[in-house]
Protein backbone atom coordinates (compact mmCIF):
# COMPACT_ATOMS: atom_id res chain seq x y z
CA UNK A 1 0.00 0.00 0.00
CA UNK A 2 1.22 3.30 -1.01
CA UNK A 3 0.45 6.31 1.95
CA UNK A 4 1.83 9.92 0.33
CA UNK A 5 1.03 13.35 1.49
CA UNK A 6 1.09 15.87 -0.93
CA UNK A 7 0.58 20.13 -1.61
CA UNK A 8 0.75 20.95 -5.21
CA UNK A 9 0.22 17.56 -6.40
CA UNK A 10 4.01 16.39 -7.10
CA UNK A 11 4.03 13.87 -4.94
CA UNK A 12 0.55 12.40 -5.74
CA UNK A 13 1.41 12.35 -9.09
CA UNK A 14 4.65 10.68 -8.11
CA UNK A 15 2.40 8.12 -5.87
CA UNK A 16 -0.49 7.17 -8.33
CA UNK A 17 2.25 6.55 -10.99
CA UNK A 18 4.04 4.11 -8.39
CA UNK A 19 0.36 2.39 -7.24
CA UNK A 20 -0.37 1.34 -11.53
CA UNK A 21 3.02 0.42 -12.20
CA UNK A 22 3.51 -1.88 -8.71
CA UNK A 23 -0.54 -2.75 -8.40
CA UNK A 24 -0.66 -1.25 -4.85
CA UNK A 25 -3.38 0.98 -3.31
CA UNK A 26 -3.05 4.58 -2.80
CA UNK A 27 -3.82 6.41 -0.13
CA UNK A 28 -4.20 10.27 0.95
CA UNK A 29 -2.21 10.42 3.68
CA UNK A 30 -5.05 12.63 5.30
CA UNK A 31 -7.75 10.11 4.36
CA UNK A 32 -5.94 7.54 6.16
CA UNK A 33 -6.67 8.36 9.90
CA UNK A 34 -3.32 7.00 11.71
CA UNK A 35 -5.10 5.17 14.52
CA UNK A 36 -7.44 3.84 12.22
CA UNK A 37 -5.33 2.45 9.52
CA UNK A 38 -6.00 -0.99 8.33
CA UNK A 39 -3.17 -3.05 6.53
CA UNK A 40 -4.09 -3.49 2.99
CA UNK A 41 -0.85 -4.85 1.08
CA UNK A 42 2.02 -6.74 0.25
CA UNK A 43 4.73 -3.96 1.21
CA UNK A 44 4.70 -0.47 2.48
CA UNK A 45 5.07 2.60 0.51
CA UNK A 46 5.31 6.35 1.83
CA UNK A 47 5.92 9.24 -0.34
CA UNK A 48 6.05 12.76 0.48
CA UNK A 49 7.79 15.89 -0.27
CA UNK A 50 10.89 17.54 1.06
CA UNK A 51 10.28 20.89 2.78
CA UNK A 52 13.37 22.98 3.38
CA UNK A 53 15.71 19.93 3.61
CA UNK A 54 13.39 17.90 6.38
CA UNK A 55 10.31 15.86 6.18
CA UNK A 56 7.11 17.55 6.82
CA UNK A 57 6.17 17.86 10.50
CA UNK A 58 2.81 16.31 9.67
CA UNK A 59 4.32 12.99 7.86
CA UNK A 60 6.50 12.38 10.62
CA UNK A 61 3.29 12.19 13.30
CA UNK A 62 1.71 10.60 10.79
CA UNK A 63 4.06 7.38 11.42
CA UNK A 64 4.36 8.14 15.10
CA UNK A 65 0.43 7.57 15.54
CA UNK A 66 0.06 4.40 13.74
CA UNK A 67 -1.57 1.89 15.48
CA UNK A 68 0.27 -1.12 17.15
CA UNK A 69 -1.62 -3.25 15.21
CA UNK A 70 -0.65 -1.23 11.61
CA UNK A 71 2.98 -1.64 12.71
CA UNK A 72 2.66 -5.49 13.59
CA UNK A 73 1.13 -6.08 10.38
CA UNK A 74 3.70 -4.11 8.52
CA UNK A 75 7.10 -5.70 10.11
CA UNK A 76 6.16 -8.83 8.06
CA UNK A 77 6.48 -6.71 5.10
CA UNK A 78 9.03 -4.44 2.91
CA UNK A 79 8.80 -0.80 3.78
CA UNK A 80 9.67 1.98 0.78
CA UNK A 81 10.71 5.50 1.01
CA UNK A 82 10.44 8.16 -2.15
CA UNK A 83 10.73 11.54 -1.92
CA UNK A 84 9.64 14.64 -3.69
CA UNK A 85 12.29 17.38 -3.66
CA UNK A 86 12.74 20.34 -6.02
CA UNK A 87 16.98 19.66 -6.69
CA UNK A 88 17.90 17.71 -3.24
CA UNK A 89 17.08 16.45 -0.28
CA UNK A 90 19.49 17.15 2.51
CA UNK A 91 19.32 15.15 5.64
CA UNK A 92 15.40 14.27 4.79
CA UNK A 93 15.78 10.54 4.38
CA UNK A 94 17.75 9.67 7.10
CA UNK A 95 14.81 12.05 9.07
CA UNK A 96 12.15 9.69 7.82
CA UNK A 97 14.15 6.68 8.04
CA UNK A 98 15.01 7.32 11.71
CA UNK A 99 11.26 7.74 12.65
CA UNK A 100 10.20 4.32 10.87
CA UNK A 101 13.17 2.41 12.57
CA UNK A 102 11.70 4.11 16.34
CA UNK A 103 8.68 2.70 15.52
CA UNK A 104 10.27 -1.02 14.05
CA UNK A 105 10.41 -0.52 10.52
CA UNK A 106 13.51 -0.77 8.56
CA UNK A 107 13.36 0.92 5.94
CA UNK A 108 14.31 -1.50 2.25
CA UNK A 109 14.81 1.82 0.03
CA UNK A 110 15.06 5.63 -0.59
CA UNK A 111 15.13 7.01 -3.65
CA UNK A 112 14.75 10.84 -4.59
CA UNK A 113 12.29 12.10 -7.67
CA UNK A 114 13.19 15.88 -8.88
CA UNK A 115 10.10 18.03 -9.59
CA UNK A 116 9.56 21.65 -10.17
CA UNK A 117 10.28 23.52 -7.18
CA UNK A 118 7.28 25.75 -4.94
CA UNK A 119 8.64 26.78 -2.39
CA UNK A 120 8.14 30.79 -2.16
CA UNK A 121 7.65 31.69 1.75
CA UNK A 122 11.72 32.08 2.26
CA UNK A 123 14.14 34.76 0.52
CA UNK A 124 15.81 33.68 -2.49
CA UNK A 125 13.21 30.76 -3.01
CA UNK A 126 10.57 30.51 -6.05
CA UNK A 127 9.60 28.43 -8.66
CA UNK A 128 11.54 27.25 -11.32
CA UNK A 129 11.65 28.89 -15.15
CA UNK A 130 9.32 27.47 -17.42
CA UNK A 131 12.17 25.40 -18.87
CA UNK A 132 13.12 23.90 -16.18
CA UNK A 133 9.54 22.94 -14.81
CA UNK A 134 9.00 21.19 -18.37
CA UNK A 135 12.12 19.04 -17.81
CA UNK A 136 11.71 18.04 -14.69
CA UNK A 137 8.11 16.84 -15.71
CA UNK A 138 9.23 15.13 -18.40
CA UNK A 139 11.53 13.53 -16.88
CA UNK A 140 9.94 12.25 -13.54
CA UNK A 141 7.98 9.67 -15.53
CA UNK A 142 10.96 7.45 -16.18
CA UNK A 143 12.52 8.08 -12.65
CA UNK A 144 9.31 6.53 -10.90
CA UNK A 145 9.53 3.72 -13.51
CA UNK A 146 12.70 2.75 -12.31
CA UNK A 147 12.02 3.25 -8.89
CA UNK A 148 9.12 1.14 -9.60
CA UNK A 149 11.04 -1.46 -11.39
CA UNK A 150 13.04 -1.85 -7.81
CA UNK A 151 10.79 -2.26 -5.47
CA UNK A 152 8.92 -4.94 -7.49
CA UNK A 153 12.35 -6.59 -7.69
CA UNK A 154 12.77 -5.90 -4.01
CA UNK A 155 16.45 -4.66 -4.66
CA UNK A 156 17.82 -2.25 -1.31
CA UNK A 157 18.89 0.64 -2.26
CA UNK A 158 19.76 4.20 -1.31
CA UNK A 159 19.65 6.64 -4.58
CA UNK A 160 19.07 10.64 -3.70
CA UNK A 161 21.02 13.65 -3.96
CA UNK A 162 21.77 15.15 -0.63
CA UNK A 163 23.29 18.13 -2.12
CA UNK A 164 26.23 19.86 -0.59
CA UNK A 165 26.43 20.87 3.32
CA UNK A 166 23.17 18.41 3.84
CA UNK A 167 23.67 18.87 7.19
CA UNK A 168 23.90 22.39 7.49
CA UNK A 169 20.86 23.04 6.01
CA UNK A 170 18.57 20.59 7.23
CA UNK A 171 19.94 21.90 11.07
CA UNK A 172 19.51 25.41 9.76
CA UNK A 173 17.02 26.29 7.61
CA UNK A 174 14.94 23.59 8.17
CA UNK A 175 14.22 24.84 11.54
CA UNK A 176 13.89 28.27 10.63
CA UNK A 177 11.10 27.28 7.89
CA UNK A 178 9.17 25.12 10.93
CA UNK A 179 9.18 28.62 13.16
CA UNK A 180 9.03 31.25 10.51
CA UNK A 181 6.91 29.61 7.51
CA UNK A 182 4.13 27.76 9.33
CA UNK A 183 1.81 31.03 10.53
CA UNK A 184 -1.38 30.54 9.54
CA UNK A 185 -2.33 34.21 10.50
CA UNK A 186 -0.14 35.63 7.40
CA UNK A 187 -1.55 33.87 4.56
CA UNK A 188 -4.61 36.71 3.31
CA UNK A 189 -6.59 37.65 -0.14
CA UNK A 190 -5.93 40.54 -1.93
CA UNK A 191 -8.78 42.62 -3.42
CA UNK A 192 -7.75 40.71 -6.41
CA UNK A 193 -9.52 37.33 -4.74
CA UNK A 194 -12.93 36.35 -6.50
CA UNK A 195 -14.53 34.29 -4.34
CA UNK A 196 -13.85 30.84 -6.66
CA UNK A 197 -12.62 28.57 -3.09
CA UNK A 198 -10.21 27.36 -5.52
CA UNK A 199 -8.13 27.65 -2.36
CA UNK A 200 -10.32 25.83 0.37
CA UNK A 201 -10.40 22.75 -2.75
CA UNK A 202 -7.21 22.64 -2.81
CA UNK A 203 -5.95 22.43 0.93
CA UNK A 204 -5.52 19.09 1.67
CA UNK A 205 -5.74 19.91 5.28
CA UNK A 206 -9.53 21.42 4.69
CA UNK A 207 -7.81 24.29 6.49
CA UNK A 208 -9.26 27.00 4.16
CA UNK A 209 -13.15 27.92 3.86
CA UNK A 210 -14.83 30.91 2.94
CA UNK A 211 -16.95 33.53 4.68
CA UNK A 212 -20.13 35.07 3.97
CA UNK A 213 -18.51 37.24 1.33
CA UNK A 214 -16.85 34.30 -0.03
CA UNK A 215 -13.14 35.37 1.10
CA UNK A 216 -11.07 32.52 2.36
CA UNK A 217 -10.20 32.11 6.07
CA UNK A 218 -7.08 30.33 7.25
CA UNK A 219 -7.62 27.76 9.99
CA UNK A 220 -4.87 27.02 12.72
CA UNK A 221 -3.89 23.47 10.97
CA UNK A 222 -1.83 24.93 8.18
CA UNK A 223 1.30 22.98 7.45
CA UNK A 224 2.64 25.67 4.19
CA UNK A 225 2.09 22.87 1.67
CA UNK A 226 1.30 25.55 -0.50
CA UNK A 227 -1.30 24.48 -2.26
CA UNK A 228 -4.07 27.67 -1.30
CA UNK A 229 -1.22 29.93 -2.79
CA UNK A 230 -0.12 28.42 -6.43
CA UNK A 231 -3.76 27.03 -7.37
CA UNK A 232 -5.26 30.41 -6.83
CA UNK A 233 -5.96 32.06 -10.67
CA UNK A 234 -5.63 35.38 -9.44
CA UNK A 235 -2.31 35.27 -7.54
CA UNK A 236 -4.67 36.96 -4.66
CA UNK A 237 -3.05 34.33 -1.91
CA UNK A 238 -0.19 35.70 0.01
CA UNK A 239 2.03 34.71 2.97
CA UNK A 240 2.53 38.38 3.78
CA UNK A 241 5.38 39.93 1.86
CA UNK A 242 7.54 36.90 1.11
CA UNK A 243 5.14 35.78 -1.76
CA UNK A 244 5.01 39.29 -3.44
CA UNK A 245 6.66 39.06 -6.98
CA UNK A 246 6.67 35.11 -6.55
CA UNK A 247 5.81 32.60 -9.05
CA UNK A 248 2.95 29.93 -8.85
CA UNK A 249 3.30 26.07 -9.62
CA UNK A 250 0.38 23.77 -9.34
CA UNK A 251 1.00 19.72 -11.06
CA UNK A 252 -0.76 20.42 -14.31
CA UNK A 253 -2.67 17.36 -14.47
CA UNK A 254 -3.72 17.61 -10.90
CA UNK A 255 -7.57 18.66 -10.79
CA UNK A 256 -7.70 21.02 -8.02
CA UNK A 257 -10.92 20.34 -6.52
CA UNK A 258 -9.49 16.97 -5.90
CA UNK A 259 -7.70 16.75 -2.66
CA UNK A 260 -4.19 16.32 -3.23
Not at 96 to 112: C, F, K, M, N, Y
Not at 114 to 121: A, K, T
Amino acid sequence: MIIYFSGTGNSRAVATMLAARTSDNVYPLMALPPAEAEWNGRRLVFVCPVYSWGIPQLVLTYIRSLSHRFIADARRHKVWVVLTCGDETGRAPEMIERTLSERGLPVSGIWDVRMPNNYVLLPGFDVDPVEVEREKLARFPARTEEIAGCILAGRECRDFTAGSWPGVKTRLVYPLFKRLGIIPSRWKASDACVGCGRCRDACPMRNVSLDSDRQPVWGKQCVSCLACYHVCPRHAVGYGKATRAKGQYFYPHTNSHDKP
